[in-house]
């Protein structure tokens, strides 16, 4: 029986899954939106929400917390100057997992994970204008007149 065994274990040992964790967790923090597996994202959201708590509380002890777990020291800064501040009347749910299909080699149900407010923004597509080449008989016959 499963009683009292919350929390996926993602397949992984305590090691590896914490070091998959914190790398998911900076990477969202760094991009603000990833593509990853619904229960990768499931588990990366409760640490990414501990994450902005402890941004919002911006004590030593709170940078010291959050820089020992993220990996890079530029989501350690991203954290603490535009995302905290971002999210200051903001009593939770800092996240959204929104789900993305199927990934073609195994089937695994893929999601994107992204903070509340980080609005995908559209690529410009470059401009197809159409420049008509003219022929060389066009060319000597607006020559001729």
């Known amino acids: 029986?499963?009683?009292?065994?919350?929390?996926?274990?993602?397949?992984?040992?305590?090691?590896?899954?914490?070091?998959?964790l914190r790398n998911l967790v900076t990477n969202l923090i760094e991009k603000e939106r990833i593509h990853t597996t619904i229960l990768r994202a499931k588990a990366t959201r409760r640490i990414a929400e501990k994450m902005i708590t402890l941004g919002k509380r911006d004590s030593l002890h709170a940078r010291r917390q959050a820089a020992a777990f993220l990996m890079t020291t530029v989501a350690t800064e991203k954290l603490f100057k535009d995302l905290a501040p971002r999210f200051a009347d903001r009593p939770g749910g800092y996240t959204r997992i929104i789900h993305a299909g199927w990934?073609?080699?195994?089937?695994?149900?893929?999601?994107?994970?992204?903070?509340?407010?980080?609005?995908?923004?559209?690529?410009?597509?470059p401009s197809r204008k159409k420049t008509r080449v003219e022929e060389p008989e066009e060319k000597e016959a607006a020559a001729a007149k």
Do not use: T, Y
Not at 2 to 11: A, D, M, N, Q, Y
């Open 103 to 125: 990934r073609l080699g195994d089937g695994a149900d893929l999601a994107i994970l992204e903070f509340i407010g980080s609005e995908l923004k559209k690529k410009e597509k």
């Open 1 to 20: 029986m499963r009683h009292l065994k919350s929390g996926s274990k993602l397949g992984k040992q305590p090691a590896h899954r914490r070091a998959v």
